[in-house]
């Protein structure tokens, strides 16, 4: 009898998995491949050889009216998504396709934004908490001290060049709060962003339509340069274990608290120390956005006005969510499409808003096509703050406002410290004072690669404010 059972019961475990093995896919089976996926290489590699990738998306997608495409860039089969329902659908996935970012010499192959699977888990425990919670409220006298030093400085200068001036605050915010500042003055903190780049430029070059080809006098600058960047981070990376300081570093503590090898440091070092590069364009097109919309500035500084008497209320201020500011910040997010795309790929074959995607294969989610779609937003092309109050059908943010990345596990580990960093610096310069423009008011065009950047200088200039 007991045989019987066994025997029964084996057939049952056996053809409910081979039923199960059936439907998995018959699943797969019915579902259609991407538009596009079937086009031969060629027609797609000519189509888009004068855009760059962001452009290339725009017009795969048709603006955001296609929510899935294939399409191939450079030799490679990408499938890309912009609707909220392929967002929802891959928004659980985490690794990147080391094959889409190619070879990272600048950050190097062992940084966290170049690892995947379980090793990014076991560092990402580590290392994301270095920007969060406490440890980002411990940094708060260090952006209050750096945003009075840029607002007295600003109120000297006849005009501002907004980049070079927000390089030199970011690159100078990140290393004296989260690795140690060992220079003697602001010439050391030049260098750094000087070096850096110098370098994310060349690194930048194969995502544009120019191709990913360099001379060797090129290459040559860049393993200087890189050369002179990482020296720097062993210095600072030497100062610190003989230091005998009781102040907390928390991202250079941490990598020296795990033991990780000095070149797995250094290339976490400056893969954080990238972010002043991002953060710089975005507080660009906020700076050149608030100078062209004085409304929209007074309306800010009234808040501040009100909210800021001292550094506590400060303090609370900056870290709301249901602010105006807030409104501010993120409008300019999604109007800039400062980074414009993220990639991801799943290891298994997935379903995407009803397309058959196979595994492995790179997945581009098309951030900056939503942030400026029509089908999403009204009037996509206007700086409106207000589509984000809370009584707006934006109030929430949801799947079309995801300006750090789709992923829910994988974004940008900083974005935290640039909300509160940009907000203490607007906070204090509109407490006293009013932006205006210098120069070009309208239609500045833009940069695209990894990131959008202005393609000309953007000059502000900055007067008392009449109260």
Not at 205 to 218: I, R
Not at 329 to 343: C, K, Q, V
């Amino acid at each position: 009898m007991d045989g019987v059972v066994t025997a029964v019961f084996f057939t049952l475990v056996v053809g409910g998995g081979l039923f199960l093995f059936f439907l998995w896919g018959r699943k797969y089976s019915k579902a259609k491949l991407a538009p596009g996926w079937n086009d031969p290489p060629m027609s797609s590699e000519c189509a888009h050889q004068k855009y760059d990738l962001y452009h290339c998306l725009l017009k795969e997608h048709k603006e955001g009216l296609c929510p899935v495409r294939a399409f191939w860039w450079k030799g490679q089969h990408l499938v890309s998504v912009c609707g909220l329902k392929s967002y929802k659908d891959t928004e659980n996935l985490y690794n990147r396709p080391l094959s889409f970012f190619g070879n990272d010499r600048l950050h190097g192959m062992r940084a966290i934004l170049n690892i995947n699977d379980s090793l990014w888990l076991d560092r990402k425990s580590r290392i994301h908490q270095c920007v969060r919670g406490d440890n980002l409220t411990s940094f708060y006298p260090v952006f209050v001290a750096l945003s009075h030093e840029v607002v007295k400085r600003w109120a000297t200068m006849e005009k501002v060049e907004i980049v070079s001036e927000m390089y030199k605050f970011f690159m100078k915010a990140i290393v004296t709060t989260l690795f140690g500042n060992i220079f003697e003055d602001d010439k050391g903190i030049e260098e750094l962003v000087r070096l850096y780049d110098n370098c994310k430029v060349k690194e930048e070059a194969k995502y544009g339509s120019d191709g990913n080809t360099s001379t060797s006098h090129e290459d040559l600058d860049f393993e200087q340069d890189l050369k002179a960047l990482q020296d720097i981070m062993k210095k600072m990376l030497n100062s610190r274990r003989n230091s005998r300081s009781d102040l907390r570093f928390p991202l250079m503590d941490e990598l020296l608290e795990a033991d990780y090898d000095e070149d797995e440091i250094i290339s976490h070092l400056i893969a954080f120390l990238g972010g002043y590069h991002t953060a710089t364009f975005y507080t660009a097109w906020l700076f050149h956005y608030l100078s062209t919309h004085s409304e929209v500035q007074v309306k800010l500084a009234a808040e501040i006005e009100k909210n800021i008497s001292n550094d506590t209320r400060l303090k609370r201020y900056i870290q709301t969510s249901s602010s105006y500011l807030r409104q501010v910040l993120d409008e300019a997010l999604r109007l800039s499409g400062t980074a414009p795309f993220s990639a991801h790929y799943s290891p298994n074959d997935l379903i995407v808003d009803g397309y058959h995607i196979p595994a492995n294969t790179p997945i581009i989610q098309a951030l900056g096509v939503t942030l400026h779609s029509s089908e999403v937003w009204d009037h996509p092309s206007q700086f409106d703050p207000d589509r984000f109050a809370p009584d707006g059908r934006h109030a929430k943010r949801g799947r079309q406002f995801r300006p750090f990345g789709v992923s829910c596990t994988r974004r940008c580990p900083a974005s935290h410290l640039v909300y509160h960093l940009v907000s203490t610096l607007l906070s204090v310069l509109l407490h006293h004072h009013t932006v205006l423009p210098d120069g070009i008011c309208e239609n500045v065009k833009e940069k695209t690669r990894l990131t959008t950047a202005p393609a000309e200088a953007l000059y502000i200039k900055i007067k008392p404010r009449q109260i």
